[in-house]
């Protein structure tokens, strides 16, 4: 009998290198549904498809699964850094799918969330990914946005782009180039922050990754597109 831990092996390979995503989630069906690195592995999976579902009806049960796959983690395991970073995503995922409002309700137990999974494990890098995506769509919030958020929740969280820089330059020191997106990420924050040659090296580098699956084709893409537009500046 094949040891989980081969499976799972072959299933971080066929999702993280090979992209094939709705092989890698009949893969993980078939195992042991109640073992927490199986659950949160199911998480990632169906919000990856989720993303790139064009059909409604599909893409709603994808993230409904994700959520309850996460939910299920959860209730198992409340000390594994990767079930909550993957429960924040998962949570926010399903609350933007639920409308603004229902979002921003949630986006407290979001932050607590992925907080714990960087104090649970602050040496993997997806939870300060995570973490500096949160800090970088709060900073990008329109003024009315940001009304909404403040009628809403009484003393809600704020983000800023020197808090998300922080966050993905942690990730980044943590495992370099685990994620080509994570670069474009620091760019962003460069550019938003008003330093484009800082933004320069780095979307030069996104843009000189090896492409691998759709996430590094659309990095590769968007970050040449920057390091045209940011060129006035240089």
């Avoid at 094949?2 to 195992?31: A, G, N």
């Avoid at 800023?160 to 370099?176: T, W």
Wanted: proline share 3%; glycine share 2%.
């Amino acid at each position: 009998m094949v040891e989980i831990e081969t499976i799972l092996l072959k299933s971080d390979v066929m999702f993280l290198h090979e992209y094939r995503l709705q092989e890698t989630l009949d893969l993980l069906k078939t195992l042991d549904q109640t073992n927490v690195q199986v659950l949160y592995r199911l998480v990632r999976c169906c919000y990856q498809m989720s993303k790139r579902e064009t059909k409604r009806n599909v893409k709603t049960e994808l993230i409904k699964n994700a959520f309850q796959y996460a939910q299920d983690a959860l209730k198992i395991d409340n000390e594994c850094s990767e079930v909550h970073a993957w429960y924040a995503v998962a949570l926010d995922t399903i609350s933007e799918f639920n409308g603004i409002k229902e979002r921003i309700m949630k986006l407290k137990d979001v932050k607590y969330h992925m907080m714990k999974a960087i104090e649970l494990n602050p040496k993997e890098p997806i939870p300060f990914y995570i973490y500096g995506l949160f800090h970088f769509g709060l900073a990008e919030l329109a003024w009315y946005e940001k009304l909404i958020l403040e009628s809403i929740i009484c003393d809600p969280p704020v983000g800023s782009y020197e808090k998300a820089l922080e966050s993905f330059l942690q990730a980044e020191k943590n495992q370099p180039n685990f994620y080509s997106v994570n670069k474009l990420m620091i760019a962003k924050c460069f550019i938003a922050l008003k330093n484009y040659e800082k933004a320069e090296v780095y979307l030069k580098l996104a843009v000189d990754i090896q492409i691998k699956n759709d996430d590094d084709a659309e990095c590769h893409e968007e970050s040449k597109k920057l390091l045209n537009k940011i060129k006035k500046y240089l």
